[in-house]
C-alpha cells in the first residue's frame, strides 16, 4: 500500500484501484474521480493520509479491462449510477460513524438524496440490481448492505406500486433498519461459532435498539420505526421482539424481511464465500411460509428472477452467458448474453450475441456458476 498524504490530493483525480481510509474503509472506488467534498470529508475527520495499491490514470486508462473474460463477465452500472451508489454508501456511512462516536446524526444530507435514490432504483432497477451482486466495490460493509437492502426493498415496493409516500417510508425504513446493530459488542457480530443464550439475547435486541434510534434520535416517522422493530418477525409468529405473525406485521417490515434475508445470502463475509444469486433465490422459496410472506416472495421473484440479473450461467449446451433481462411471466427464461460458446471460446464484439431464451426453445439454463468457474471453462 503507498500513502498518499491528504494534502496532496485535488479533485478530479482518478486511481486505477480503491483509495482507503484504513483497513476496513474505503474513501473511493477504482475509476472514481475524487471530490471537493471527498477531501473536506478527510479534513472533517482529522484524517492526514490515505492509502492505495494503485496510479493516478487518465479516464481513457480507468475504461481499460483487466482481460477479454475478466471484462465481460462485469456487469455494472454506468459511471453516473455508480456515483450515485458511492455517494450513497458514503452518507450512510457519516451517519453510522456518527451514532457509533457521538450518539446523534443530522438527517439532513441523507434527506436530500433520498428522492433522487428512489428515483434512480426506480428508473435503473437492473442495473443497480446486478450491481449489489457483482461485488465490484470494496466499501465499508454495514452501510453498503444498508444500501443494497434498500435497492431490494425499493424493487419489491415498486412492483407492488406502493405510493410515493410509502416508498419514501420503506426506503428510510430499508436503509436504517438494523441501525441497532451499532449497539451490540463487535465480539459478539463478528463470532464465527455458535451464539451462547446471552450472546443470542444481544443480538435480539437490537431490533428495539433500531427503533429507538430511528424514531426517538434521528426524528423520522412511526411507521419508519416501526420496520426497524418488526423486521425480525416472522409469518408463522416465531420472531422477535413481540411474536407478531402474518399480517399483524407491517407490510413494509415484511417486505424489509425478504430484502435483507436476501441481501444477508449474497453478502460477503469473512468465514463463507457469498451465495450465487440463483442460490439464495432457490433457499428464499424453500420458506413454505414460515418466516415471509409467501406473496411477498412472489412478487420478489417476479422482479428479480430465479436467476438474477448479473448471474452467470452454464447453459445446456455448455455455453456461457449472463442474465441481462428478466421476462417476469417466465423467470426461468431470461434474456442472456453469451460470453463463451459451446466450445469454450471466449466472444467479445460483434461475436457476442444476446439470446432470448423464450424463443430459443431448444436451450435452457443447466446452473447457475461463479466468476471462477467460467474462467476455469474457456480457452
Known amino acids: 500500500m503507498k500513502t498518499i498524504k491528504v494534502e496532496e490530493l485535488r479533485a478530479g483525480v482518478m486511481f486505477n484501484k480503491p483509495v482507503f481510509i484504513d483497513s476496513e474503509n474505503i474513501l473511493l472506488p477504482a475509476n472514481i474521480p475524487l471530490r471537493d467534498k471527498d477531501i473536506e470529508r478527510l479534513k472533517k475527520w482529522n484524517i492526514k493520509s490515505v492509502q492505495t495499491e494503485g496510479e493516478a490514470v487518465t479516464e481513457a486508462a480507468s475504461k481499460r479491462g483487466s482481460g477479454p473474460l475478466a471484462e465481460s463477465l462485469r456487469m455494472g452500472p454506468n459511471a453516473e449510477l455508480l456515483t450515485k451508489y458511492v455517494e450513497m454508501v458514503k452518507t450512510v456511512e457519516d451517519l453510522f460513524r456518527s451514532l457509533e462516536r457521538d450518539g446523534k446524526h443530522s438527517t439532513t444530507e441523507l434527506n436530500s438524496k433520498m428522492d433522487e435514490f428512489i428515483q434512480i432504483v426506480e428508473d435503473h432497477p437492473d442495473q443497480l440490481i446486478a450491481f449489489t451482486l457483482q461485488k465490484r466495490l470494496k466499501a465499508p460493509q454495514s452501510a453498503m448492505s444498508a444500501v443494497n437492502c434498500t435497492i431490494f426493498s425499493l424493487v419489491i415496493g415498486q412492483n407492488l406500486k406502493l405510493p410515493g409516500h410509502r416508498l419514501s417510508q420503506l426506503a428510510f425504513g430499508g436503509l436504517l433498519h438494523d441501525l441497532g446493530m451499532t449497539k451490540v459488542p463487535s465480539a459478539v457480530l463478528d463470532k464465527q461459532g455458535d451464539l451462547t443464550p446471552e450472546e443470542a439475547e444481544q443480538i435480539h435486541t437490537h431490533a428495539t435498539s433500531s427503533y429507538s434510534i ?157 466468476p471462477k468457474e467460467a474462467n476455469e471453462t474457456t480457452q
Open 214 to 370: 430511528i424514531v426517538k434520535t434521528l426524528g423520522y416517522p412511526e411507521e419508519v420505526g416501526q420496520i426497524g422493530l418488526q423486521h425480525h418477525e416472522r409469518w408463522d409468529g416465531k420472531g422477535y421482539p413481540s411474536g407478531l405473525s402474518g399480517k399483524g406485521i407491517a407490510l413494509a417490515a415484511r417486505i424489509v424481511s425478504v430484502a435483507d434475508a436476501f441481501e444477508a445470502m449474497v453478502r460477503d463475509r469473512p468465514y463463507r464465500n457469498p451465495m450465487i444469486g440463483y442460490q439464495a433465490m432457490k433457499q428464499l422459496l424453500n420458506d413454505n411460509s414460515r418466516r415471509f410472506d409467501s406473496e411477498i416472495l412472489k412478487i420478489f421473484v417476479k422482479a428479480m428472477g430465479i436467476y438474477p440479473i448479473g448471474s452467470i450461467v452454464l447453459m445446456s449446451d455448455g455455453s456461457i452467458g449472463r442474465v441481462e433481462r428478466i421476462h417476469s411471466d417466465a423467470p426461468l427464461r431470461p434474456v442472456i448474453q453469451l460470453l463463451v460458446d459451446k466450445h469454450g471460446r471466449r466472444l467479445s464484439g460483434e461475436q457476442s450475441r444476446k439470446i432470448d431464451l423464450l424463443e430459443e426453445k431448444s436451450l435452457f439454463i443447466a446452473r447457475a456458476i461463479g
